[in-house]
């Protein structure tokens, strides 16, 4: 079994150090890293050239060399630190005045002028996504790589002629020391609310409103959605779905029988540097009991005794989930399918043969990729066409 770092050691000073994060060390420690890829790159090429020590048989030389890249680079940010800066919260930092620079606010609406297209009409559906990125990675801008999903979706909706928009939050990614500590639970969750209270101040209605999230985000789109269903109330309608790709639905990975171990070389996953930085920042100030209790956290908890309702039937709207088989993460992702199946949800689940974590990302991975979203955009026109069993027939 793979364990996952002892969360126990949290408030320790050096328990998520990233020792090669100064000067000099940084740049001896990123020299031997070239020197190492320089070394790995002939052996992936190997493995990448033939079939039978290919993680998986399927793959091209391409993937292959991508996938050991990714976690390659993964492993570089265990010994430096994550690639982005720790998040910084506008309210309580707010941006420091430059000479030459000034402030624009927003025109006002009634200034504003443009054809009808440019308004939300009554039957266009719009996404709020939650964008992935381990909870420490990532923003919503169209530059960031998982912008690739939404932008896809949304070509892919005008290419069939259903309207569809989308809106990415750039919620607060969470940080811990050795760098400034923030962001931590509920922060996301809570700003994916005030996402979603947006949108019906717009005046979308909630029946044309769908959560996604990958990854991280789609943890934390589980969270909010679970959040609505639990403190509904007239003015918060329940969404008309959610749509999840890749979950990381057991921060504790608690099964015995995980596929952690048995997809190892078939997934970038596995840094477990990062993802111990990334469990300990989300955690925060919380015990890290929490990891095994909450269900906003760990959905897929094997902790919590026989009979806990983990979804009600009656609240919780039709629901997509999409993984792939060579995940690290499978078990757990398999324990939520089965829970929502329990729960008695409309679920459409899609395990893709040979695909990786949150592989609809990568504009490489196809054409597991393209054929997945046209199987997202063939759920949502289930939706407007009021027939769940369409999307089941398509797949």
Not at 14 to 24: N, W
Not at 69 to 90: A, C, Q, W
Not at 236 to 241: L, R
């Amino acid at each position: 079994m793979v364990r996952r770092p002892d969360v126990s050691t949290v408030g320790k000073p050096d328990s998520y150090s990233f020792p090669f994060r100064r000067q000099p060390l940084k740049g001896l420690f990123l020299t031997f890293k070239l020197v190492l890829f320089l070394l790995y790159l002939p052996a992936w090429m190997i493995e990448g050239l033939v079939p039978f020590l290919r993680p998986r048989k399927s793959w091209t030389l391409q993937k292959v060399l991508r996938v050991r890249f990714i976690r390659f680079l993964g492993r570089i940010g265990e010994g430096i630190g994550p690639p982005t800066k720790p998040y910084r919260d506008p309210t309580v930092y707010p941006p420091k005045p430059a000479k030459g620079f000034t402030l624009i606010r927003p025109a006002p609406d009634h200034l504003i002028q443009g054809d009808d297209d440019a308004q939300l009409s009554e039957n266009e559906d719009v996404v709020l996504l939650m964008h992935g990125g381990m909870f420490i990675l990532g923003t919503a801008r169209p530059s960031d790589p998982a912008a690739y999903i939404p932008k896809r979706l949304v070509r892919l909706a005008a290419e069939r002629g259903h309207r569809l928009r989308v809106l990415s939050v750039d919620y607060r990614r969470c940080s811990t020391r050795p760098f400034e500590q923030g962001g931590a639970f509920p922060s996301a969750l809570l700003d994916g609310f005030a996402g979603y209270l947006h949108l019906l101040s717009l005046g979308v209605k909630s029946e044309r409103i769908t959560l996604m999230g990958d990854s991280a985000g789609a943890t934390i789109a589980l969270s909010l959605m679970r959040y609505i269903t639990e403190n509904s109330r007239p003015e918060v309608p329940i969404p008309a779905g959610i749509v999840i790709f890749s979950p990381w639905a057991d921060m504790a990975l608690q099964a015995t029988d995980s596929t952690v171990w048995d997809n190892w070389r078939s997934d970038y996953l596995g840094i477990w540097g990062l993802s111990f930085y990334a469990t300990v920042a989300l955690l925060g100030p919380h015990s890290p009991d929490e990891l095994k209790t909450n269900l906003y956290i760990s959905p897929s908890t094997l902790a919590l005794p026989s009979g806990t309702t983990f979804f009600e039937k009656d609240k919780w709207p039709r629901t997509m989930l999409v993984c792939g088989d060579a995940e690290m993460i499978l078990t757990e992702i398999r324990t939520l399918r089965e829970r929502l199946r329990e729960a008695g949800v409309d679920l459409t689940y899609l395990e893709v043969k040979d695909a990786i974590h949150n592989f609809t990302m990568f504009p490489w991975f196809e054409p597991e990729g393209k054929q997945t979203m046209n199987a997202v955009m063939d759920w949502f026109e289930a939706g407007s066409k009021d027939n769940n069993d369409y999307i089941r027939a398509k797949l």
